[in-house]
C-alpha cells in the first residue's frame, strides 16, 4: 500500500526540490501553495506525513499542524521556517509536531527525517487492529482480585492514567507489571497512540541504545539504514521499560538526560529529535538497594520514581487465588472446547498455603495446564503438580510434636527456620533474591543466615 506525504510550501524553488527528492513510486505526494489548500488536502486525502512551511498565504503551518492533528490523527506533521524562533519551536512542539526544521535545509537530511516517519506511521497503521483488540484486553478487567491490596492497585491505577507522570511500578516477577502499564497507557489520553514496551534484560546492553533511541546509516557493521528507535515509535504515546534495573550505568545517564530534555540524538547521530513520550518503568529489583550499592542512578531514580505503584505478590493477596483460577479457567477453557466446574477445597486449600514464588504467572501457567490436560470435572489434588504438593512436605516434617518429654524451644525455633529456609531456596531455584524475597528478608540478611546456619544454598531440596 502506497503511503502519502503532503507539502505545503509556496516557495517555488523549495517545492520543486522537494518534489524531486520525493519522487518515487511508493510514496503518493500531494502539494499545496497555500495554508487553506493544505487544509482541503487533509481533509480529502488519507495523509501519512504533512510537510509544511510555517509561513503560507492563507492559513499558517501551526494552524495546518492543529487541523492535521484533528483531521488526522494517525498522521505525522513537520514544520519548516525560514523565521526560526524559540516561542515557534515550543508552540509546534507542545501542539504535537513530530519535529521543527530551519530553511535553508539540506535535501538528504529531510528524505531521512520523512523516511523515519513514513515508517512509524506504517508501524502504526499494522498495529492499529491489534491495539484495539489490546484495548479491550488491557483495561483494568485483567487485573483480577478482591482483596485489599488489588484493590489499592486499581484505585492508583484510575488517578493516574489520565495524567503524563512518570509511574515506576515494582514487584516480583510474575505479579503482573506489564498489566498494570498497559492498563494506564488504555485508560488514558494517550491511548489512541502507541504503547511501546522495551524488555531492558532481554537485549543485550550494546544493543539497547539503538533500540531505545534508532540509529543511523552507518553508525555500527550492520547498521545498513537508518532506523527509528523505540521512543520515536512511542510520540504522541508511552514507552513502558520493564526491567529497568538492568539497565547499564551509561545508559542510565543518556536516559536521564531523555527525560529532562524530551529530545533523542539516534546512535551515529549529531542533530537529536523531539520526543512527547509518557513513561512507565517497572522493576523486580528494589532501586533503592541498587542505588545504595551504586548500580543504579540516584538522580535517575527519584526521576522515575515520581508515582509508585507496588504489584503485592500473590501470597500476600490470598484471597484472590479463587478469583484469578475461576478467570484462567474462562480464558483457557472456553477458546479450547474444555470446561471445568472448578476447584476442590482440598486443593484450593493447598494453594493457599503454597507461597507462590512464580506469582499470578505462575498460578495461570498452572490453571492452563490442568484445563488442557484434564478438560472437564474438578481441579483435584492429585491435578497440582508434584512440587506444589511436595512443598507441604517441608512444613510437615519441620513442625515438631509436643509430648510429655517437652522440648528444646530454641532449638525447634532453629530447626524450624532451616526448614523455611530450605524451602524457600527450593522453590526458588537456589536464587537467593528470589529466596529472601519469599522470606521478607533481604537478601544480604539471608546470605549472613546462610553463614551462620552453616546451610549450602546449591544443595537445598526438598526433604526425603
Known amino acids: 500500500m502506497r503511503k502519502s506525504l503532503l507539502i505545503a510550501e509556496d516557495d517555488e524553488v523549495n517545492l520543486s526540490l522537494l518534489r524531486k527528492v520525493f519522487q518515487r513510486p511508493d510514496l503518493l505526494v500531494h502539494e499545496a501553495r497555500t495554508g487553506t489548500e493544505a487544509l482541503q488536502i487533509i481533509d480529502q486525502q488519507p495523509v501519512d506525513v504533512v510537510l509544511t512551511d510555517l509561513k503560507m498565504p492563507g492559513v499558517d503551518g501551526l494552524a495546518v499542524l492543529a487541523h492535521a492533528r484533528k483531521a488526522r490523527p494517525g498522521a505525522e506533521v513537520i514544520l519548516m521556517t525560514g523565521h526560526a524562533t524559540v516561542e515557534s519551536a515550543v508552540s509546534a512542539m507542545k501542539m504535537g509536531a513530530f519535529h521543527y526544521i530551519t530553511k535553508?535545509?539540506?535535501?538528504?537530511?529531510?528524505?531521512?527525517?520523512?523516511?523515519?516517519?513514513?515508517?512509524?506511521?506504517?508501524?502504526?497503521?499494522?498495529?492499529?487492529?491489534?491495539?484495539?483488540?489490546?484495548?479491550?484486553?488491557?483495561?483494568?478487567e485483567n487485573i483480577i482480585g478482591v482483596s485489599e491490596a488489588a484493590k489499592e492497585v486499581l484505585s492508583l491505577v484510575r488517578k493516574v492514567a489520565d495524567t503524563d507522570s512518570t509511574v515506576l511500578i515494582t514487584g516480583e516477577s510474575g505479579t503482573g507489571k506489564e498489566l498494570v502499564a498497559r492498563a494506564i497507557h488504555y485508560l488514558s489520553p494517550r491511548a489512541d497512540r502507541m504503547l511501546v514496551p522495551v524488555n531492558c534484560s532481554a537485549i543485550p546492553g550494546e544493543l539497547l541504545e539503538s533500540e531505545m533511541f534508532g540509529h543511523v546509516k552507518g553508525a555500527f557493521t550492520g547498521a545498513h539504514a537508518t532506523r527509528a528507535g523505540k521512543f520515536e515509535a512511542a510520540h504522541g504515546g508511552t514507552i513502558f521499560l520493564d526491567e529497568i534495573g538492568e539497565m547499564s550505568p551509561s545508559l542510565?545517564?543518556?536516559?536521564?538526560?531523555?527525560?529532562?530534555?524530551?529530545?533523542?540524538?539516534?546512535?551515529?547521530?549529531?542533530?537529536?529529535?523531539?520526543?512527547?513520550?509518557?513513561?512507565?518503568?517497572?522493576?523486580?529489583?528494589?532501586?533503592?538497594?541498587?542505588?545504595?550499592?551504586?548500580?543504579?542512578?540516584?538522580?535517575?531514580?527519584?526521576?522515575?520514581?515520581?508515582?509508585?505503584?507496588?504489584?503485592?505478590?500473590?501470597?500476600?493477596?490470598?484471597?484472590?487465588?479463587?478469583a484469578l483460577i475461576a478467570h484462567f479457567i474462562e480464558r483457557y477453557g472456553r477458546p479450547k472446547g474444555r470446561f471445568l466446574e472448578g476447584i476442590r477445597?482440598?486443593?484450593?486449600?493447598?494453594?493457599?498455603?503454597?507461597?507462590?514464588?512464580?506469582?499470578?504467572?505462575?498460578?495461570?501457567?498452572?490453571?492452563?495446564?490442568?484445563?488442557?490436560?484434564?478438560?472437564?470435572?474438578?481441579?483435584?489434588?492429585?491435578?497440582?503438580?508434584?512440587?506444589?504438593?511436595?512443598?507441604?512436605?517441608?512444613?510437615?516434617?519441620?513442625?515438631?510434636?509436643?509430648?510429655?518429654?517437652?522440648?528444646?524451644?530454641?532449638?525447634?525455633?532453629?530447626?524450624?527456620?532451616?526448614?523455611?529456609?530450605?524451602?524457600?531456596?527450593?522453590?526458588?531455584?537456589?536464587?537467593?533474591?528470589?529466596?529472601?524475597?519469599?522470606?521478607?528478608?533481604?537478601?544480604?540478611?539471608?546470605?549472613?543466615?546462610?553463614?551462620?546456619?552453616?546451610?549450602d544454598a546449591g544443595a537445598a531440596g526438598p526433604p526425603g
Open 104 to 140: 535553508p535545509f539540506d535535501a538528504d537530511e529531510v528524505v531521512h527525517l520523512v523516511g523515519r516517519v513514513l515508517e512509524l506511521t506504517s508501524v502504526r497503521k499494522e498495529n492499529a487492529s491489534l491495539r484495539v483488540l489490546a484495548r479491550g484486553r488491557s483495561g483494568l
Open 252 to 322: 542510565q545517564a543518556k536516559l536521564l538526560r531523555v527525560l529532562q530534555e524530551k529530545w533523542v540524538t539516534p546512535v551515529g547521530g549529531n542533530k537529536p529529535i523531539p520526543v512527547d513520550v509518557r513513561v512507565i518503568t517497572a522493576t523486580n529489583k528494589d532501586l533503592e538497594e541498587e542505588v545504595s550499592e551504586g548500580r543504579f542512578r540516584n538522580d535517575l531514580y527519584f526521576r522515575l520514581n515520581v508515582i509508585p505503584i507496588r504489584i503485592p505478590p500473590l501470597r500476600e493477596r490470598r484471597e484472590d487465588i479463587p
Open 345 to 455: 477445597p482440598q486443593a484450593l486449600d493447598i494453594l493457599y498455603r503454597y507461597p507462590w514464588p512464580g506469582n499470578v504467572r505462575e498460578l495461570e501457567n498452572l490453571v492452563e495446564r490442568v484445563v488442557v490436560l484434564k478438560g472437564s470435572g474438578w481441579i483435584e489434588p492429585p491435578d497440582l503438580p508434584e512440587k506444589i504438593r511436595r512443598a507441604e512436605g517441608f512444613l510437615k516434617t519441620a513442625m515438631p510434636v509436643l509430648g510429655e518429654s517437652g522440648l528444646d524451644i530454641r532449638s525447634a525455633t532453629e530447626d524450624f527456620e532451616n526448614a523455611l529456609i530450605r524451602q524457600a531456596l527450593h522453590l526458588s531455584g537456589g536464587n537467593k533474591n528470589r529466596a529472601a524475597a519469599l522470606l521478607g528478608l533481604k537478601r544480604t540478611t539471608l546470605v549472613e543466615m546462610l553463614k551462620r546456619k552453616n546451610l
